[in-house]
């Protein structure tokens, strides 16, 4: 094959672009049939102090030193956030330069227009460092002949790491948020992390490769990990579960199911057996074939090398283009979700309780699998915790019982709920 030679721009050397950096000059311009030359890297500040040995000239604070050069045929996004990085992109494209971007919050609002750019400019789109427990399945997710039934993730390695912690140490995630920001696993901001919006991000491009919708992140149902606590995990682990923050759609016929939110999954689930930062993604398409990836959901050398495998792809002539949009697709609300729950209670510690419980929610047709009653879990506390896990349910009934739990004179505290999730395999 002939050799093809890029020449390459960078926008930003935070984590992720001093990563790209690192990897591209360890291969000294050269990657199997990709050669390449580090023309130009635009960043905020020049005099910014970095760890990082760079070619004198090359570092810029001037956009149109890539965008106007053109010398330079391909550019690595790696500043984040929406603008500027939405005007950098589209310019780029405009201009016929090949984009490759880790950027879920760019493609997650306008994946569709920035994908339909690039068809009409025939440049390679790269998005594989958008979400890396999927970067090495995008092809197939885009191109399979079969169409995708399910699919579930763990897709952030902050919150992974943050519930596997509350099992092993028994502490709550203001404890276990700064261990993780000590170790570089969790942003200096980590709110978009814990409250489940990087997750919900990185599932609305999947959907766009997967449907050719990118739904609105307000049209999906979107929880964090910020009510849950290590006493959850443990009561989980005695019902034969552990909890994650899942990404979850399904889809049928022209209904779709989005979603995210912590999850009760079986422990001898695949999923279920990631911890620390691993990120993982289950699929299952319409004639039964499952599949999965694992991969390192923090750090810079996991998403810097999804970006020079974008790079290579480049340099083979591989093309991405989106499925054509379905405009019938109906968005499911979480209303109509019927899964498992588990559901927690503090009580006053008396007769009768339980069974004023069950009662409310035997009246919304919801039965009781199991029950775990605890003593107080502190000795200065009069109430006590009652778990139960339910069979199958329909939400709308399960937030119907619970508002009217929580008017019970013996409930102290707002119910918690967490649904359960089997995963794939």
């Not at 912690?165 to 978009?192: C, V």
């Not at 449907?211 to 005695?238: C, H, M, N, Q």
């Amino acid at each position: 094959m002939k050799e093809k030679r890029l020449h390459i721009g960078i926008f930003g050397l935070g984590t992720v672009g001093s990563g790209v950096v690192e990897l591209l000059m360890q291969k000294k311009g050269k990657v199997g049939n990709l050669s390449f030359s580090l023309e130009k890297i635009v960043v905020k500040d020049k005099r910014k102090k970095r760890n990082i040995s760079l070619p004198e000239g090359i570092l810029s604070f001037n956009p149109r030193d890539i965008l106007d050069n053109p010398k330079i045929n391909t550019v690595i996004e790696v500043i984040g956030g929406y603008h500027p990085a939405k005007e950098f992109v589209m310019e780029a494209l405009e201009k016929g330069k090949n984009v490759v971007t880790a950027n879920k919050v760019l493609l997650a609002t306008s994946g569709y227009e920035i994908f339909q750019k690039a068809a009409e400019k025939k440049c390679y789109l790269g998005v594989r460092a958008s979400n890396i427990a999927a970067y090495r399945l995008i092809e197939s997710l885009m191109n399979s002949p079969s169409k995708i039934e399910k699919l579930v993730g763990i897709f952030n390695g902050t919150c992974n790491f943050i519930l596997t912690e509350m099992e092993k140490k028994e502490k709550n995630l203001s404890y276990l948020l700064k261990e993780a920001q000590e170790k570089g696993y969790a942003e200096p901001d980590p709110a978009e992390d814990i409250n489940g919006k990087d997750t919900a991000h990185k599932l609305i491009v999947l959907l766009g490769l997967v449907f050719g919708y990118f739904p609105p992140l307000e049209s999906i149902y979107v929880e964090g990990i910020t009510d849950i606590t290590f006493r959850d995990v443990i009561y989980a682990k005695e019902l034969g579960y552990k909890i994650k923050l899942l990404a979850i759609a399904q889809a049928k016929d022209n209904t779709l199911e989005a979603r995210v939110h912590p999850a009760l999954i079986p422990k001898d689930r695949w999923l279920a057996r990631l911890e620390g930062v691993e990120n993982g993604l289950e699929i299952r398409d319409e004639i039964g074939l499952e599949i999965g990836m694992q991969a390192p959901g923090a750090g810079k050398y996991p998403t810097a090398t999804a970006i020079i495998e974008d790079l290579i792809c480049i340099a083979q002539g591989r093309s991405l283009f989106l499925t054509q949009k379905n405009p019938s697709l109906y968005l499911k609300p979480i209303e109509e979700t019927k899964t498992k729950y588990y559901l927690k209670f503090y009580a006053i510690d008396k007769a009768g309780v339980l069974a004023k419980i069950a009662n409310v929610l035997g009246e919304h047709e919801i039965s009781i699998e199991s029950v775990i009653q605890k003593g107080k879990e502190d000795k200065e506390d009069e109430l006590v915790p009652i778990i139960m896990l339910t069979h199958l349910s329909c939400e709308n009934n399960i937030q119907k019982a619970l508002k009217e739990i929580n008017n019970l004179p013996v409930i102290k505290k707002k119910p918690l709920l967490i649904r359960v999730e089997e995963g794939i395999f």
